[in-house]
């Protein structure tokens, strides 16, 4: 078992900066890739970037390519979620989760989730 527990969000207005931090206990957290998503009101879970165990390998949804970043730190059992250029859209309870290496990029192939961070960016 993993546990999960994402912390950083909140509100800032288009263009601002935030970043969320996820972190992990339990079994190793080294051996898991790591994913971030989002699910805004009335809408489907999305994926927005995920991390292979090393850190070597990172991947974007389209929409966040170049404004967002995703890391981790094994040595902290924490992986982050550097979000620059932020906009109204991007408005959402952001979620981490983890699964065995390698990463995926749909929501059915993760194990292990946490609670959620609330990002609300005003216009």
């Known amino acids: 078992q993993v546990q999960l527990v994402e912390s950083g969000g909140g509100l800032v207005q288009a263009g601002g900066s935030l970043r969320l931090s996820c972190a992990a206990s339990g079994r190793t957290f080294s051996r898991y890739a790591m994913g971030w998503f989002r699910q805004a009101p009335g809408k489907e879970r999305e994926f927005v970037a995920a991390i292979s165990w090393s850190g070597g390998v990172t991947y974007y949804t389209g929409s966040v390519k170049g404004r967002f970043t995703i890391s981790r730190d094994n040595a902290k059992n924490t992986v982050y979620l550097q979000m620059n250029s932020l906009k109204p859209e991007d408005t959402a309870v952001y979620y981490c989760?983890?699964?065995?290496?390698?990463?995926?990029?749909?929501?059915?192939?993760?194990?292990?989730w946490g609670q959620g961070t609330q990002v609300t960016v005003s216009s």
């Open positions: 989760a983890a699964r065995d290496d390698p990463y995926g990029t749909s929501w059915s192939e993760y194990d292990y």
